[in-house]
């Protein structure tokens, strides 16, 4: 099994083999977040006070992986999605003060809606997630995202054409024939 600590060239490079086409990377712009936003919600109890901090264990694993982006060696890209996933965790904190029964319909519901689009995703790409065979691409997806979607704003052009140097450019698959 490969390391989880390849540069993010690397991680990305690999991860981006199984998105090239167009419609499965929008998907996963809705279903990456939903699936950290649940993952935030589901973990955002029990919270406990340490140093003056209200902490949950979504914060507790926010940490590891939020040094781990910091070190793949794009600093700005790991800072960006860092802040990206702070944010979401941050978003559903609140949610553990809600009735037991909501506060797991929603962490769950959202959970299932962001995986069942990120399948939606895979079949317009005709290929398996990335995680199916690298467990890794579980972090790398929302790295992916945020690096794709800050492209668009014209920011990693040069980290997004290594990539597809590597991996080739994305396309909109025709359904009709299996997937190359």
């Known amino acids: 099994m490969p390391s989880p600590f390849r ?14 086409d167009e419609r499965n990377i929008l998907t996963h712009f809705v279903g990456v977040p939903l699936i950290v936003f649940s993952i935030g919600v589901l973990l955002s ?3 406990f006070e340490f140093g003056g901090l209200s902490l949950s264990p979504a914060w507790l694993l ?30 559903a904190q609140p949610l553990a003060e809600t009735g037991r ?31 199916a065979d690298d467990l890794v691409g579980l972090l790398v997806g929302p790295m992916f995202v945020v690096m794709e979607l800050l492209a668009m704003a014209g920011w990693f052009k040069t980290l997004v054409e290594r990539i597809e140097h590597r991996v080739g450019p994305t396309i909109v698959r025709d359904l009709a024939h299996p997937a190359t």
Request: aromatic share 16%.
């Open 45 to 47: 109890r029990p919270v």
């Open 62 to 91: 926010f940490v590891p992986a939020a040094l781990w982006y910091l070190t793949r060696g794009e600093f700005a890209l790991g800072l960006a999605v860092s802040l990206a996933v702070a944010a979401l965790v941050a978003l």
């Open 7 to 20: 540069p993010a060239i690397d991680l990305l490079a690999q991860y981006a083999r199984y998105h090239r």
């Open 101 to 131: 029964l909501a506060w797991l319909a929603l962490g769950a519901g959202c959970f299932a809606v962001g995986w069942t689009i990120q399948f939606l995703g895979h079949y317009y790409e005709g290929r398996k997630p990335a995680f």
